[in-house]
């Protein structure tokens, strides 16, 4: 039995006690489950699967699906997963970012406030859509370095061409409503991040919930900089999982602009419009009780 092969099964197998223990769906938990049995039991080292065959070649393996292989692939190339560290409540974005060649803690701070950029997944995307663009600094020989960096880190050489659209701003900001209002209420389950919580205190809630085929986990952010700005209360995280890859989104209340007290999705400002917006009002209403 391969020595990685059991490291990985154990590393789904503590996904699924997570997210059993936060009340995931439980085909969500039974498929990190199976997967485990199949990897712990799998005759061939997944590192040697995954080197000869890619991101296809570990979906082949019975029980493995596209996000499983993928999460696999981040335990083989950079030996964690992302997933697993925030469900622990020990994910670090800022610091992510600023491992890249070119990308010192000062920037990757402001990509990750600016332009809602959490993984390198999502900095991949955005070397190529255009959103680096809009930060200065970014010269045309930095960018390349940049995308050459990513694509020999990610195991591929472009952005997943079956990656799905984003999600669109009406659904994030409906799991940012369903978040916040179970969190006032006491409904979700509290975790106790790793970071900034010296005495271990549960104090962070989180939702898994779906939408449309899409997974969501959404948790307050709990970066330097939100406790900086006292807004760990106010910034809310959420992942997407989906055929796509797994991305991040922040939403946040909107402190200047037209859309001044109302919930907006960092970096996406510009994609709102009438008929994507939840109600200005109503949402200032409801930022205004659940910060008091």
């Given at each position: 039995m391969s020595t990685i092969n059991r490291r990985i099964a154990r590393r789904l197998e503590e996904a699924a006690d997570l997210l059993q223990s936060q009340g995931a769906d439980r085909f969500?938990?039974?498929a990190y489950r199976r997967a485990a049995a199949t990897v712990r039991s799998w005759p061939e080292s997944l590192d040697q699967t995954f080197h000869s065959a890619g991101l296809e070649g570990l979906e082949e393996i019975p029980g493995v699906g596209p996000g499983i292989a993928r999460a696999i692939r981040e335990l083989i190339t950079r030996g964690r997963l992302p997933m697993l560290d925030r469900l622990r409540g020990a994910a670090d974005p800022e610091k992510v970012l600023g491992s890249v060649?070119?990308?010192?803690?000062?920037?990757a701070e402001r990509l990750h406030v600016e332009l809602g950029i959490h993984t390198l997944e999502?900095?991949?995307?955005?070397?190529h859509d255009g959103r680096l663009d809009t930060i200065a600094g970014f010269g045309r020989k930095r960018l390349a370095g940049i995308q050459d960096s990513l694509a020999q880190r990610l195991g591929r050489v472009r952005p997943d061409a079956r990656a799905a659209p984003r999600p669109p701003i009406s659904?994030?900001?409906?799991?940012?409503?369903?978040?916040r209002d179970k969190a006032s209420r006491g409904q979700l389950p509290l975790i106790a991040p790793?970071?900034?919580n010296p005495e271990r205190t549960a104090w962070l809630p989180v939702l898994h919930t779906e939408r449309h085929?899409?997974?969501?986990?959404?948790?307050?952010s709990n970066t330097a900089r939100a406790h900086r700005l006292g807004k760990t209360r106010d910034w809310v995280v959420i992942y997407t999982d989906d055929s796509g890859g797994d991305h991040q989104h922040t939403v946040i209340t909107a402190g200047r602009g037209p859309h001044r007290g109302a919930r907006i999705v960092a970096g996406r400002e510009g994609e709102l419009d009438q008929s994507s917006?939840?109600?200005?009002?109503?949402?200032?209403s409801h930022a205004a009780a659940f910060s008091r």
């Open positions: 969500r938990l039974s060649p070119g990308i010192g803690r000062k920037l999502d900095l991949e995307a955005a070397a659904e994030l900001l409906d799991v940012d409503r369903e978040y790793r970071r900034f085929g899409r997974r969501y986990t959404a948790l307050f917006q939840i109600d200005h009002e109503q949402q200032k």
